[in-house]
């Protein structure tokens, strides 16, 4: 017995920051239709498929270990480090921790959150008032909660890029594409003129400069 903390095999751990994470999630987000909770749950999916490699089965790291092995011999392909493999894929044998990577990783997920957050409660007054949500990020973005999931899901894959969430990433991003399209209808066929000049003026996911700088409008 050498009392080292094993690397992975620490399924409580995985279980652990997979539900606080969809818990954040949860109490942000506030899903009350099924295409809300259709939306958690993809979004759940990734995280306990994130936490599931990070801290109980390496799964990339075994497939890619004789790779790893080969290009960067000195990396220990299944250590806890090795995991964030985006600074070992460049050559960096700093702390990945410190790594641009990891460090930009907090800008998403922060990000995410806050976005996902701000724009509930703007969304929740506009409902109980029976109007178009379009002001905070409504005024920039028609969709920012969808866009927060997003942030969040690229900010945990440059933290920790594994195969399989590689893999959901951009099914995801698809999905919620569909899902904001679907919304986009229902949302028109209540509002009419009113949601179609909203709109014309608003991008779906990607906020113009021009909105960046300006105002939220009342």
């Not at 957050?117 to 005024?139: K, S």
């Not at 594409?177 to 009113?194: M, Q, T, Y």
Request: no cysteine.
């Amino acid at each position: 017995m050498t009392g080292d903390v094993p690397a992975y095999g620490l399924w409580f751990l995985a279980a652990i920051n997979a539900g606080i994470f969809i818990l954040f999630a949860f109490s942000f987000f506030k899903p009350k239709t099924p295409r809300d909770w259709r939306s958690l749950g993809a979004f759940s999916a990734f995280i306990v498929a994130l936490f599931a490699e990070m801290y109980g089965f390496p799964l990339t790291l075994y497939l890619l270990a004789g790779w790893l092995g080969t290009s960067f011999p000195a990396l220990d392909p299944l250590s806890h480090d090795a995991g964030h493999l985006w600074p070992a894929m460049f050559g960096w044998s700093m702390d990945p921790h410190w790594s641009p990577f990891h460090l930009l990783s907090f800008v998403f997920i922060g990000g995410g959150f806050i976005l996902i957050a701000t724009a509930w409660r703007v969304l929740h007054e506009a409902q109980r008032a029976g109007n178009l949500a379009t002001t905070g990020p409504y005024a920039r973005l028609r969709h920012p909660q969808y866009v927060g999931f997003v942030l969040i899901m690229i900010g945990f894959f440059l933290q920790w890029p594994t195969l399989v969430t590689g893999l959901m990433l951009p099914v995801l991003i698809v999905m919620y594409w569909r899902l904001a399209r679907s919304e986009e209808r229902e949302v028109e066929a209540a509002f009419g003129d009113k949601y179609r000049r909203y709109a014309s003026a608003v991008p779906a996911f990607l906020p113009r400069p021009a909105n960046l700088l300006r105002s939220s409008r009342g």
